[in-house]
């Protein structure tokens, strides 16, 4: 049942697995140090990896996302409108740590930013 394993990702985080089964927690953190990775040449950069209609998309199965906007149900404006709430409430985050470089934000596939 127990275990003790760690594995490196894309990104460079080591995950550390103590429990078969369970999810596993961060054990070295890649941009632990952000004014290294400055001095190496690289951006720090904010994600909002899901937009607002992919996030909907995550929460409400498609068929019933697209039905619901069709008829403009007050639900779906509701989940919209909570949606857009967290993600705002994210870039206060984001605003209020500093030191971000850059925030990118996904629409239709494409990476937007602005210098």
Do not use: C
Not at 21 to 39: Q, T
């Amino acid at each position: 049942m127990y275990e003790d394993r760690f594995v490196k990702d894309v990104f460079g985080t080591v995950w550390r697995y103590r429990i078969k089964g369970l999810e596993p927690e961060p054990y070295v953190y890649p941009l632990a140090d952000l004014d290294r990775v400055r001095e190496q040449g690289g951006l720090v950069a904010f994600s909002l990896h899901h937009f607002l209609f992919q996030k909907l998309m995550d929460l409400i199965p498609l068929n019933k996302l697209l039905y619901a906007i069709h008829r403009g149900d007050e639900r779906f404006v509701i989940a919209l409108e909570k949606v857009a709430e967290y993600q705002f409430g994210l870039l206060k985050v984001a605003k209020r740590y500093g030191g971000i470089d850059v925030v990118v934000v996904l629409e239709n596939g494409k990476v937007l930013s602005k210098d």
